[in-house]
C-alpha cells in the first residue's frame, strides 16, 4: 500500500530527519523533493502546491529552524499535513438509532462494490457483533446476485435477493422491509455501476436513495485507476451526495497517490482501505496511522488492534504469565506462529512496526517462511518443544528429515529460540531486550 511514495518522501526527508541544523535551503530542497514525490505518486498537482506550501510555511516558522532537532519536527509537519490532506481524525460510519442502519454502495463497474459489501459485512459482524444483511439490487447482469450471495454468506449475512425479475429499486424497498422485520442491525446495499458515470446510473441511485433513505452513502473508488478514481468522486460528488468513499484495490496500487486527493478534492472522508481479493483484506481508514505509515514510522495501534481481534484476553493473560515465569516453549511459539498467519501477510504487518518498513526495504519477507518453522517445530516431539536444549545431532537430522529441512534451518530455529527466551526473560524484568542479537542470530 503506498509503497513508492513512502520510499519517495522517506528518501526525500531522509537528509533533513538527521541533521542537526537545517537552514531555509535545506527546507526548500527537501520541499522540492518532496513535490516530486507526490506528483510520481500520482497525487493531484493543486493538491500538491498546497500541500508543500503549507508544510514549507511551517518548516520556516523560527521555532522549527531554532530547535533542538529540527529535521524531526519538519518530518512531525509533514506528517501532520499528509493527515489533513488525508482527511485528519477518522470518521466513523453513522448508525441509526432504531431500526436498521442503512448503507448504499455506488461506484462505477469493477469498482469493487460487491466485494467491498462482503467485506463491511464481515468488519462490522467481527469488530462490532452487528446482524448484517446485504442486499442484492445490482441487476444489471443476473451474475451480480449470485456474486453478492457467494461473498454474504461468505461474510456470515443474510442475502436478500429477488433475482433479477424486478426493478432494482423495488428489490432495495423490499429488502429494507425485510431487515426491519427480521431485525437486522445494518442493511447495506449493492447497487449496479456502470462504465462511466452516467445519468441512468445517477438516477437509478437517486431513486433508491429516496426510497430507503439511506445513513450512509459509500462511494467505491478504485485506486488502480490513479487520475481517474479523483475524477469519479468529483463527478460522484457533483451529481449524487456521498457521505465518505472506500478505497479499493489499495494492494495492487504502486502509486497511490490519486486516492490521497480525493478528500481533499471532494471534502468526503474515506472511510475504508480495501487492500486485496480476500474477505479479511479490508480496514477502517485512519488518516493519522496511514501518514506514519507511508512515513515509515509505523502503525502500532493498527498493529495492536489485529492482534488482539485474534487472540481472546484469556490467551493473552496466559501467554504473559508463561513469559513472565519464563516457560514459554516451543509449542507456545508455533501457537504464535499460526495466529501470525491468521492476522494476513507478513510482509504488511512487519511494515507495521516502526523502523522495520525501512529496513526492509526491497526485501520480501516470504511467508512460506513461517511454514517452514511450523513444519520443523510440529516433526518435534512433546519432550523436544519443551525442553529445546535435548536436541542434539541425530535429533536435528531426524526433525530435519521429518519437516523436510535441513540440519542447519533445524539449528538456526533452536538457537533463534533460545535468543527470544532471552529477549523475554529481560523483558519480563523490564529491561530493554537485545534486539541487535535476535536479528544477528539469523
Ligand atoms: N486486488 C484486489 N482486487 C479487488 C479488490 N476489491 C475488489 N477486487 C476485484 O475487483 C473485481 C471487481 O470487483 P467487484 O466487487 O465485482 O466490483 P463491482 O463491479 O463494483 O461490484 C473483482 O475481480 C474483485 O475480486 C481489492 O481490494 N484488491
Ligand atoms: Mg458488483
Redesign the pocket.
Known amino acids: 500500500m503506498f509503497d513508492t511514495l513512502s520510499d519517495r518522501l522517506q528518501e526525500a526527508l531522509g537528509d533533513v530527519r538527521s541533521r542537526g541544523k537545517l537552514t531555509e535551503d535545506d527546507v526548500n530542497k527537501a520541499m522540492r523533493q518532496v513535490r516530486l514525490a507526490l506528483l510520481e505518486a500520482d497525487v493531484n498537482f493543486k493538491v500538491v502546491k498546497e500541500f508543500t506550501a503549507a508544510v514549507r510555511a511551517r518548516a520556516l516558522g523560527a521555532e522549527v529552524l531554532e530547535s533542538l532537532n529540527p529535521g524531526q519536527q519538519v518530518v512531525k509537519i509533514v506528517s501532520d499535513e499528509l493527515t489533513q490532506l488525508m482527511g485528519g481524525s477518522g470518521r466513523d460510519l453513522v448508525f441509526a438509532r432504531g431500526g436498521p442502519t442503512v448503507i448504499l ?1 455506488a ?13 463491511l459485512a464481515r468488519h462490522l459482524r467481527e469488530e462490532k457483533s452487528l446482524d448484517v444483511a446485504v442486499a442484492a439490487c ?1 441487476l444489471q447482469r443476473p451474475a ?1 446476485v449470485d ?2 450471495v457467494k ?1 454474504g454468506s461468505q461474510a456470515g449475512a443474510a442475502v436478500y435477493e429477488q433475482g433479477t425479475s424486478r426493478s432494482p429499486v423495488d428489490v432495495a424497498e423490499w429488502a429494507l422491509g425485510q431487515a426491519k422485520a427480521d431485525r437486522r442491525d445494518v442493511l447495506i446495499i ?1 447497487t ?2 456502470r462504465l462511466h458515470v452516467d445519468e441512468a446510473l445517477m438516477s437509478e441511485l437517486s431513486e433508491v436513495k429516496k426510497r430507503t433513505k439511506p445513513h450512509n452513502v459509500l462511494l ?1 473508488v ?3 485507476t490513479g487520475q481517474d478514481a479523483v475524477n469519479v468522486a468529483e463527478a460522484f460528488a457533483g451529481a449524487t451526495a456521498f457521505d465518505g468513499a472506500v478505497l ?5 496500487d504502486a502509486r497511490g497517490g490519486a486516492a490521497l486527493s480525493v478528500k481533499a478534492l471532494t471534502g468526503k472522508p474515506i472511510l475504508y ?5 480476500k474477505l479479511d ?2 480496514e477502517r481508514f485512519h488518516p493519522d496511522r496511514m501518514a506514519q505509515r507511508i512515513l515509515g514510522m509505523g502503525d502500532v495501534m493498527t498493529l495492536i488492534e489485529k492482534a488482539e481481534s485474534k487472540m481472546d484476553e484469556r490467551q493473552a493473560a496466559e501467554l504473559e504469565r508463561k513469559i513472565k515465569k519464563n516457560q514459554f516453549t516451543l509449542d507456545d511459539f508455533l501457537d504464535q506462529l499460526k495466529q501470525v498467519r491468521s492476522m494476513g501477510p507478513l510482509q504488511g504487518l512487519l511494515k507495521m512496526i516502526p523502523g522495520v518498513g525501512q529496513q526492509l526495504g526491497g526485501l520480501q519477507v516470504d511467508d512460506r517462511e513461517l511454514d517452514r518453522l511450523q513444519a520443523i517445530i510440529t516433526s518435534m516431539t512433546p519432550e523436544e518443544r519443551a525442553n529445546p536444549k535435548i536436541i542434539d545431532g541425530s535429533r536435528r537430522r531426524r526433525i530435519a528429515r521429518g519437516s523436510g529441512t535441513s540440519v542447519q534451518a533445524v539449528s538456526q530455529l533452536v538457537k533463534q529460540f533460545a535468543q527470544m527466551q532471552k529477549m523475554m526473560r529481560q523483558l519480563a524484568k523490564g529491561q530493554m531486550p537485545d534486539l541487535q542479537g535476535l536479528a544477528g542470530g539469523r
Not at 462505477?108 to 462482503?118: E, V
Not at 482501505?273 to 481479493?277: F, H, L, P, Y
Open positions: 454502495m461506484g462505477l463497474q469493477g469498482s469493487g462494490k460487491t466485494t467491498a459489501c462482503g467485506k445490482d451480480a456474486q453478492l461473498v449493492d449496479a455501476g467505491v478504485d485506486a488502480m479499493s484495490k489499495l494492494d495492487g482501505a480495501s487492500t486485496g481479493e483484506a479490508f
